[in-house]
T-cell receptor, first 114, second 115 residues
Framework: AQSVTQPDIHITVSEGASLELRCNYS??????LFWYVQSPGQGLQLLLK??????LVQGIKGFEAEFKRSQSSFNLRKPSVHWSDAAEYFCAVGVKNTGNQFYFGTGTSLTVIP | NAGVTQTPKFQVLKTGQSMTLQCAQDMNHEYMSWYRQDPGMGLRLIHY???????DQGEVPNGYNVSRSTTEDFPLRLLSAAPSQTSVYFC??????????????FGAGSRLTVL
């Protein structure tokens, strides 16, 4: 069965520090990969996506993610975190089969301290 | 372009009551879905549809019904609400299956409390 693992439930970083959020997936082929962000009380907003090609993808708000096939990972990074980045981050996998489903990780909550 | 619109944003029910969460999208997306979000459990797929007249169950379908009579609308029905259905519900759609971005676009969510 397909699965998405975000091993870090909660991360705290200082403003201006770098950030890396981990995501691992389990799927037989290369899936479509996504990162979404959810601010408190809001819906989910797409940060970036990977379908094929260059394994380093750029997203909005200065985020990037790297697809590593050998590690089945799609980690999210940002060189310098801003206080406004405090939110919940979800990694997701899109599987195109007869069901065409999307699978989400359990999320990583990011706290940014001054 | 409104995207995905969910109503109501908030609802309080008593155990055993029924209600419908509405979802509409104006992007002509074939794929629509409902998720519930609970603390520590991420988003879990309830039901989804790949086109008008076609629906299927996701990971946690029990207690919920859906129908898809038009491309635009995908309502979620709770037949007899239970406290375990207290959650935040998200509707999402995608143009999955066509060329281009196979991205899920989410509604703003509906917070449901069952007493």
């Amino acid at each position: 069965a397909q699965s998405v693992t975000q091993p870090d439930i909660h991360i705290t970083v200082s403003e201006g520090a770098s950030l890396e959020l981990r995501c691992n997936y389990s799927y037989g082929a290369t899936p479509y990969l996504f990162w979404y962000v959810q601010s408190p009380g809001q819906g989910l907003q797409l940060l970036l996506k990977y379908f094929s090609g260059d394994t380093l993808v750029q997203g909005i708000k200065g985020f990037e993610a790297e697809f590593k096939r050998s590690q089945s990972s799609f980690n999210l990074r940002k060189p310098s975190v801003h206080w406004s980045d405090a939110a919940e981050y979800f990694c997701a996998v899109g599987v195109k089969n007869t069901g065409n489903q999307f699978y989400f990780g359990t999320g990583t909550s990011l706290t940014v301290i001054p | 372009n409104a995207g995905v619109t969910q109503t109501p944003k908030f609802q309080v029910l008593k155990t055993g009551q029924s209600m419908t969460l509405q979802c509409a999208q104006d992007m002509n997306h074939e794929y629509m879905s409902w998720y519930r979000q609970d603390p520590g459990m991420g988003l879990r797929l309830i039901h989804y549809s790949v086109g008008a007249g076609i629906t299927d169950q996701g990971e946690v379908p029990n207690g919920y019904n859906v129908s898809r009579s038009t491309t635009e609308d995908f309502p979620l029905r709770l037949l007899s609400a239970a406290p375990s259905q207290t959650s935040v519900y998200f509707c999402a759609s995608s143009n999955w299956g066509r060329s281009g971005a196979n991205v899920l676009t989410f509604g703003a969510g509906s917070r449901l409390t069952v007493l």
